[in-house]
């Protein structure tokens, strides 16, 4: 079964730094691009990430691009988003995605999700 | 970027009735379309790739259709667990980008 567990959401200050983390088990985690997707208050999705299987390629959002850097580690089968600079406009629930397959960049399983909060 | 409009917004109906839901594309996505349901406090959930391919576990009542610009998804009789809000989402060009939502609402 594939599981999606995202951890260290929080409470930051505006211009400051936080960094995500999604543990993935349940499948051959070098065989998929992952992706981070966020959800502000009362607002629709919002893509923002994506790694591919082997961290060579990565794409981000215009609105994070430059901000955030989006990770993996292979040897942990764990997803990182280090997010640097953060504005009120980034006060969101944080979402970790693997695509359904392989080069579809399709989100077929979803954590639970963790919620950032910028504000002073 | 490519945006995708979805309509109605809001779409009140009772439970058993057909509901229809509309994605516009700003340019052709092919059939690089998917559709997402979301609940409050839950994670959304996949329903449709690829314009018509029912994700794992998703019941029939659930269908989508399309191509090029414009595509649907259909609830064929909708039980009381389908009221959520409904995403469409393009893979045809990076960026990614989701539309706005329709939000399935009990009459």
């Known amino acids: 079964e594939v599981q999606l567990l995202e951890s260290g959401g929080g409470l930051v200050q505006p211009g400051g730094s936080l960094r995500l983390s999604c543990a993935a088990s349940?499948?051959?985690?070098?065989?998929?691009?992952m992706n981070w997707v966020r959800q502000a208050p009362g607002k629709g999705l919002e893509w923002v990430s994506t790694?591919?299987?082997?961290?060579?390629?990565?794409y981000y959002a215009d609105s994070v691009k430059g901000r955030f850097t989006i990770s993996r580690d292979n040897s942990k089968n764990t997803l990182y988003l280090q997010m640097n600079s953060l504005r009120a406009e980034d006060t969101a629930i944080y979402y970790c995605a693997r695509e359904v397959q392989q080069e579809l960049p399709t989100f077929g399983y979803w954590g639970q999700g963790t919620l950032v909060t910028v504000s002073s | 970027e490519i945006v995708l409009t979805q309509s109605p917004a809001t779409l009140s109906l009772s439970p058993g009735e057909r509901a229809t839901l509309s994605c516009r594309a700003s340019?052709?996505?092919?059939?690089?379309l998917a559709w997402y349901q979301h609940k409050p406090g839950q994670a959304p959930r996949l329903l449709i790739y690829d314009a018509s391919n029912r994700a794992t576990g998703i019941p029939p009542r659930f269908s989508g259709s399309g191509s090029g610009t414009d595509f649907t998804l259909t609830i064929s009789s909708l039980e009381p667990e389908d009221f959520a809000v409904y995403y469409c989402?393009?893979?045809?060009?990076?960026?990614?980008?989701f539309g706005g939502g329709t939000k399935v609402e009990i009459k």
């Open positions: 349940g499948f051959t985690y070098t065989t998929y691009a």
């Open positions: 989402q393009q893979r045809s060009n990076w960026p990614l980008t």
């Open positions: 790694i591919s299987g082997f961290g060579g390629r990565t």
């Open positions: 340019q052709s996505i092919v059939t690089y």
